[in-house]
């Protein structure tokens, strides 16, 4: 099935210009029946000094209530995400792959503020300030978490929200962090950070990793192809 989501050729891959929505999933639920993880289980899991299982939050229902189509889809796996991939087409990036998109320019003309070539401390440029996350150095952007359904941060935003960064991609810091295909030891990274950390993690030697299962509403994903 084709993808709704616009890509981007970055460094010769084809790039999901917005992390995956759930909308997108949703019409990969109604082609093969997908039931996550976190729907089996009842629900997926915040961080409260610890990760506390959230009953109701999945990817459909990421606080517990009804979400926009348009909203990156959360509470997912990195299992689950390369299915999601693959039924459209796609795969997860490698680690290699997703910093070199976020912070190396490739463009040939790029708009203003960008530069061809350039290494940017951060996948929105120079500074984090058009990317959404839990700092004022971030962006002026309010999460779409319920008023009272976190204990830190107001939650994601929807794709397009924020401004293109390096390379013309979406979100590629904060908002979501977002699954690599790279695995350390048992784990998988994870990278960009989110609307939960400072800009600080969005950088590129902040690297971190989670075990594959995990199911919590502040990771997502997005998908690359070979042209």
Request: charge should be neutral; aromatic fraction near 12%; proline fraction near 7%.
């Amino acid at each position: 099935m084709k993808s709704t989501i616009p890509s981007l050729e970055v460094h010769g891959v084809l790039w999901d210009q917005y992390e995956m929505t759930i909308g997108e999933v949703k019409r990969y639920a109604a082609a093969t029946g997908f039931q996550s993880a976190a729907e089996k289980a009842g629900g997926g899991t915040s961080y409260e000094l610890g990760f506390v299982k959230k009953p109701g939050w999945t990817w459909r229902t990421p606080y517990g209530v009804a979400a926009g189509d348009n909203e990156p889809a959360v509470h997912l796996n990195a299992f689950e995400a390369q299915s999601i991939c693959e039924f459209f087409g796609k795969r997860l990036p490698t680690d290699k792959e997703w910093v070199e998109a976020a912070f190396v320019e490739q463009r040939k003309s790029p708009p203003a503020g960008f530069q061809r070539g350039q290494r940017y401390p951060y996948p929105n440029g120079s500074t984090p300030k058009a990317s959404h996350c839990l700092s004022s150095a971030c962006g002026n952007y309010k999460g779409l978490a319920p008023a009272g359904s976190l204990l830190r941060g107001d939650g994601h935003v929807a794709a397009g929200t924020t401004q293109p960064g390096v390379n013309g991609l979406f979100d590629m810091g904060g908002n979501v962090w977002e699954w690599t295909s790279t695995k350390v030891n048992s784990e998988r990274i994870t990278r960009g950070a989110s609307w939960w950390y400072g800009p600080e993690q969005q950088m590129e030697g902040n690297v971190a990793t989670k075990p594959e299962n995990t199911v919590v509403v502040y990771i997502g994903f997005r998908c690359v192809r070979n042209p």
